[in-house]
């Protein structure tokens, strides 16, 4: 088993197509390239699709950095829409350290 992740990031309030994506993927794909990190979407009040988008991309820039990316409290809304596109199983791998 693997050290936990001390590098938190969580993103707060509202992430949706509509709303203030760009500087949040910004500052993940930021800290993936330095180091280790646990995504925890808890602090998330309203999220759509654009956010498992985004995680699917700070997924591609942990592997490319040869860094680890954990996923933590994945709203329900999230995975029924991971779910529903077929990519469940790729957000599961991100966080199962997590769990």
């Known amino acids: 088993m693997s050290a936990p992740i001390a590098e ?5 309030g509202a992430l949706t197509i509509l709303g203030r994506v760009e ?21 998330l ?4 699709s654009v956010v498992v988008a ?7 820039a942990a592997r490319r950095a040869g860094h680890r990316l954990e996923i933590r ?3 329900d809304g999230l995975q029924s829409l991971a779910d529903l596109y077929g990519v469940d199983g790729l957000l599961a791998a991100a ?5």
Request: aromatic residues 4%; hydrophobic residues 45%; glycine residues 6%.
């Open 45 to 48: 009040v309203e999220a759509d």
């Open 54 to 60: 985004m995680l699917l991309d700070w997924q591609r």
């Open 73 to 75: 409290a994945l709203p």
């Open 95 to 99: 966080g199962e350290e997590a769990r």
């Open 8 to 12: 938190v990031f969580r993103p707060e």
């Open 23 to 43: 500087p949040v993927l910004e500052e993940g794909r930021r800290r993936l390239a330095a180091g280790d990190v646990s995504i925890d979407l808890s602090a």
